[in-house]
């Protein structure tokens, strides 16, 4: 890491560890989801509208914090991105839950708890890297291992496209599935975009 002369606004830190702390939160309802009855996913999602109101109150401390700061502990671009990132996932996984209550889906198509658990593995190397951003040593693994999961995300997902393309379901009931599916393969991308702005960032610092 390079030496530095010049003190650092160290409080980005703590932010994005908050922040990453509210998307565990958000997987965990995401797991939450899968077991409930239809009577009990409003409440659900409720909480977790909650926590993606969270996250944005986050996002927007992170904002504030870097529009107001002369030095910041690494390049303001990538704190904007991870920042960003950050607040897509919660974005996203707010919007499959809420999509599940909207649309009264009865059951998800097997494989959805594959993709939630992913999210949920996902959510917790996240989580466990933004300490080590103070220093940025040992990241590597963290960033090798979320790209594994995102393409195996990837993997999954294609086969819940192919099981909804297989005829068991009406189009109707296709078309919203679908969306559900798809934006859970959004969350995916978007912890994958989180390591890659993590990489960056060490690159940069090293």
């Known amino acids: 890491m390079r ?10 830190y703590d932010m994005f560890a908050a922040s990453a702390d509210n998307i565990v939160t958000g997987s965990k309802l995401l797991m939450e989801l899968l077991g409930a009855d239809a009577s009990s996913r409003s409440e659900i999602a409720e909480r977790m509208r909650a926590a993606e109101h969270a ?4 996002t927007h401390a992170i904002f504030h914090q870097l529009n107001s700061s002369f030095i910041t502990p690494f390049d303001r671009q990538d704190i904007y991105a991870l920042a960003s990132s950050l607040d897509d996932i919660m974005d996203f996984m707010e919007e499959a839950v809420d999509l599940v209550v909207l649309y009264q889906v009865e059951e998800l198509p097997k494989g959805v708890e594959q993709q939630i658990e992913v999210l949920a593995r996902a959510a917790e190397l ?49 078309l ?5 599916v798809d934006v859970l393969e959004e969350a995916a ?11 960056t960032i060490a690159v940069k610092e090293s």
């Open 55 to 58: 996250g944005d109150d986050a």
């Open 176 to 180: 919203k599935l679908k969306q559900i």
């Open 126 to 174: 996240t989580a466990e890297a933004m300490p080590h951003l103070r220093t940025m040593d040992n990241l590597t693994e963290y960033w090798i291992e979320v790209n594994r999961l995102e393409n195996q995300a990837d993997q999954i997902h294609r086969k819940l496209l192919a099981t909804l393309f297989n005829g068991k379901y009406d189009a109707i009931e296709v």
């Open 3 to 12: 030496f530095r002369l010049t003190p650092r606004e160290t409080s980005f």
């Open 189 to 199: 991308d978007a912890f994958e975009h989180v390591a890659n702005t993590v990489e």
